[in-house]
Nanobody, 122 residues
Framework: QVQLVESGGGLVQPGGSLSLSCAAS????????ISWFRQAPGKEREGVSC????????YYAESVKGRFTISRDNAKNTVYLQMDSLKPEDTAVYHC???????????????WGKGTLVTVSS
């Protein structure tokens, strides 16, 4: 079965850090662009970051640029999102998704994880 499973979410204070993991099974992750999306209560889903499968390019939403870092470990078939200097507005359910190419739209994603909750609060 094709599956993406996120982990690493939790409660963290403003200014703190978390590292999220997206582990793939049933397919080879390095063939796909991997995106992170997030959705806060009452808000639309928004694209956070993406790692291309073709040229190694990475992309970040302006709101997280300089604070978040996306990376791959192909040997572990896993993608990570390192989140530093967290703010309360980063609070959301974070999902990873696989697609042919990076896109800021959630349309066209081939596989989705169920999500992991990140709460930034003092």
């Amino acid at each position: 079965q094709v599956q993406l499973v996120e982990s690493g979410g939790g409660l963290v204070q403003p200014g703190g850090s978390l590292s999220l993991s997206c582990a793939a099974s049933g397919f080879t992750l390095d063939r796909y662009a991997i995106s992170w999306f997030r959705q806060a209560p009452g808000k639309e889903r928004e694209g956070v970051s993406c790692a291309s499968s073709h040229d190694g390019s990475t992309y970040y939403a302006e709101s997280v640029k300089g604070r978040f870092t996306i990376s791959r470990d192909n040997a572990k078939n896993t993608v990570y999102l390192q989140m530093d200097s967290l703010k309360p507005e980063d609070t959301a359910v974070y999902h990873c998704a696989a697609s042919y190419a990076c896109s800021w739209s959630s349309d066209g994603m081939d596989f989705w994880g169920k999500g992991t909750l990140v709460t930034v609060s003092s």
